[in-house]
T-cell receptor
Framework: DAGVIQSPRHEVTEMGQEVTLRCKPISGHNSLFWYRQTMMRGLELLIYFNNNVPIDDSGMPEDRFSAKMPNASFSTLKIQPSEPRDSAVYFC????????????FGSGTQLSVL | AQSVTQLDSHVSVSEGTPVLLRCNYSSSYSPSLFWYVQHPNKGLQLLLKYTSAATLVKGINGFEAEFKKSETSFHLTKPSAHMSDAAEYFCVVSAGYSTLTFGKGTMLLVSP
């Protein structure tokens, strides 16, 4: 298996633009997580899905952020409209189950909002 | 509720000397504890995991960690540092059915 695949690796956009980050989890994993990493806040859980259903989105900063998982092999994280403070590295991770399990991380998307 | 505190934001060692990265946790239930490593421009990778079996856990690349309930600690150690160990290390706690809570990370710097 190729592991968790994220795209794009880097995204540079202007304030106000829509940004879509993509993730393909490891085949057979039931849970998918979106994290944001910044120097100030470290690694924050934004949202996680179990069997394609959003379980906890309490970490999503505001309504500008949305995430979907239309099937077991694909998820998106969308920011609309984007703001400079959204600049961060966004990681997707997957696991066999949501709790107490080993997470497999993608390589991340470095987002810069100018 | 659960939380984790990594006591040092940066640790500097010389190649060949021991490594100690400190972590304290709090949790309402018996915790699972993890250490992850992140090399530059890469995702996080699991080093080791404790889940109420042996209190001394051995991981990859010669790292190990000891669970001490009385001290609520889960420090990461390695007898001899390599240059390739230079990375950021995250201590992680999970308890009950909650998802993982990550520490702020400790940057390990290894000098020749």
């Amino acid at each position: 298996d190729a592991g968790v695949i994220q795209s794009p690796r880097h995204e540079v956009t202007e304030m106000g633009q829509e940004v879509t980050l993509r993730c393909k989890p490891i085949s057979g994993h039931n849970s998918l997580f979106w994290y944001r990493q910044t120097m100030m806040r470290g690694l924050e859980l934004l949202i996680y899905f179990n069997n394609n259903v959003p379980i906890d989105d309490s970490g999503m900063p505001e309504d500008r952020f949305s995430a979907k998982m239309p099937n077991a092999s694909f998820s998106t994280l969308k920011i609309q409209p984007s703001e400079p403070r959204d600049s961060a590295v966004y990681f997707c991770a997957s696991s066999f189950s949501a709790a107490n399990e080993k997470l497999f991380f993608g390589s991340g998307t470095q987002l810069s909002v100018l | 509720a659960q939380s984790v505190t990594q006591l040092d934001s940066h640790v500097s060692v010389s190649e060949g000397t021991p490594v100690l990265l400190r972590c304290n946790y709090s949790s309402s239930y018996s915790p699972s504890l993890f250490w992850y490593v992140q090399h530059p421009n890469k995702g996080l990778q699991l080093l080791l995991k404790y889940t109420s079996a042996a209190t001394l856990v051995k991981g990859i690349n010669g790292f190990e960690a000891e669970f001490k309930k009385s001290e609520t600690s889960f420090h990461l150690t390695k007898p001899s540092a390599h240059m390739s160990d230079a990375a950021e290390y995250f201590c992680v706690v999970s308890a009950g059915y909650s998802t993982l809570t990550f520490g702020k990370g400790t940057m390990l710097l290894v000098s020749p």
